[in-house]
C-alpha cells in the first residue's frame, strides 16, 4: 500500500545517509593516512635520515635542499637503457588475451607499488611485432600520464615473476645501473616528487603528460647504495602500520557496502519489517560540510582503473 511504500523509502533514505556519513568517514581517514605516508616518503628521500647533517642547494625546484654529500642527476644518465609502450594501433585493448606476455599499464603503476589487480595479456606473436618494449624484474616503471589524484611521474618496481612482460603507450620503463641505484629508492624519490615536478615539466591542460624524453632529463637526488637501503627500511617500518589501517578500513567500507545492498533487499521485498520503525527514527543533519571530501578522493579502483585505461 502507499503508506507502507512511503515508510519504506522514509526508512531506505534516512539508513542510505548514515551509511554514506560512515563511508565518507572512512575514506576521509584513508586520505589522511595517505597524506600522512606521503609526508614521511618525502622527508626521508629528499632530506635523509640524519637530521643533524648539512644541508645543500640540490638546484632543482621540486627537490629543494638535499644532504650534503648526496648526488643530483639526470635519471636518464644512471640507465642503461629505456623504452616507452608503442603508440597508435600496434596495441589496444582488441589485442588483448587471456594469457601470454603482461601487459603493464597506467593503472598498474601505483605510488612506489605495483598494482597487481588488473591484468591484460597479448600473445607472443603479436609482442613481436612491436619493438623492445620488455619489462625484466627489479625495471623502474614510470606514468606518464596522471592527474590531481595520480600525478604524473610516479613510479614503481616491476615485481618478481612478472616476465615475459611489456609497457603500454604513456607508461615507461627504465633499467638502472643497480651499482649507484637502487630501483626502490628511485621509485620512493620520484613518486614524492612527482605532484610538483609533474606541475613544472609536464603538457596538458586536463590531464598532465611527460613524454620519455622529458622523463629521462629528470633529476633525482640519492645518497650511495647503503644510505639508499636504510632510507627504504625505515619507510617500509614507518608506512607499515599505516597500510595495515588502510586495508582494515576499505574491508570495513566494503562490509558497509554490502550490508546497505541486503538491507535494501530485505526491506523492499517485505522480509524486514520497518513500518513502525521508519517515522520514530531521528531527524538528520547536514553533514557535507562536517566531511569535506572532494568526490575525487573517493573513485572507487574499477573506476580508476576506466580513468587510466586510456580506451
Known amino acids: 500500500p502507499p503508506d507502507e ?3 519504506i523509502v522514509y526508512f531506505l533514505d534516512a539508513a542510505e545517509k548514515r551509511i554514506r556519513r560512515y ?17 614521511i616518503i618525502q622527508q626521508a628521500v629528499t632530506r635523509g635520515l640524519n637530521p643533524d647533517v648539512p644541508m645543500k642547494d640540490s638546484g632543482v625546484e621540486w627537490i629543494g635542499d638535499i644532504p650534503d654529500g648526496w648526488d643530483v642527476v639526470a635519471l636518464g644518465l644512471l640507465t642503461i637503457n629505456r623504452c616507452d609502450g608503442p603508440f597508435g594501433s ?15 599499464r597506467l593503472q598498474n603503476i601505483g605510488n612506489a607499488e605495483f598494482r597487481d589487480m588488473s591484468k591484460a ?17 627489479d625495471d623502474l616503471l614510470i606514468a606518464g600520464l596522471g592527474d590531481k589524484n595520480n600525478p604524473t611521474g610516479r613510479a614503481c ?12 603507450a604513456d607508461c615507461f620503463r627504465f633499467r638502472l645501473r643497480k651499482d649507484l641505484l637502487n630501483p ?14 609533474s606541475q613544472i615539466l609536464s603538457t596538458g591542460a586536463t590531464r598532465q603528460r611527460i613524454n620519455l624524453s622529458t622523463t629521462s632529463s629528470r633529476s633525482i637526488a640519492f645518497p650511495n647504495l647503503e ?9 617500509f617500518d614507518s608506512i607499515e602500520p599505516m597500510n595495515k589501517t588502510i586495508d582494515v578500513i576499505k574491508e570495513e567500507i566494503e562490509l558497509i557496502q ?24 531521528p531527524e538528520e543533519f547536514d553533514d557535507d560540510d562536517l566531511l569535506d571530501v572532494d568526490e575525487d578522493d573517493l573513485l572507487e579502483e574499477d573506476e580508476l582503473e576506466e580513468v587510466f585505461d586510456g580506451e
Open 5 to 7: 511504500q512511503d515508510a
Open 23 to 39: 563511508i565518507r568517514a572512512k575514506q576521509k581517514l584513508i586520505k589522511l593516512l595517505n597524506e600522512q605516508k606521503q609526508a
Open 90 to 104: 600496434g596495441l589496444k585493448s582488441g589485442h588483448y588475451t587471456d594469457s601470454g606476455v603482461r601487459v603493464i
Open 121 to 137: 595479456f597479448i600473445n607472443p606473436e603479436h609482442y613481436a611485432t612491436l619493438g623492445d618494449h620488455d619489462v625484466l624484474e
Open 157 to 168: 618496481v616491476a615485481p618478481p615473476n612478472i616476465e615475459p612482460a611489456m609497457v603500454k
Open 184 to 197: 626502490m629508492y628511485v621509485a620512493f624519490h620520484l613518486t614524492a616528487t612527482a605532484p610538483v615536478a
Open 227 to 235: 644510505t639508499q637501503q636504510e632510507i627504504i627500511n625505515y619507510i
Open 258 to 281: 554490502e550490508y546497505r545492498t541486503r538491507l535494501i533487499a530485505d526491506v523492499v521485498t517485505g522480509k524486514v519489517d520497518v513500518r513502525g520503525l521508519a517515522f520514530e527514527m
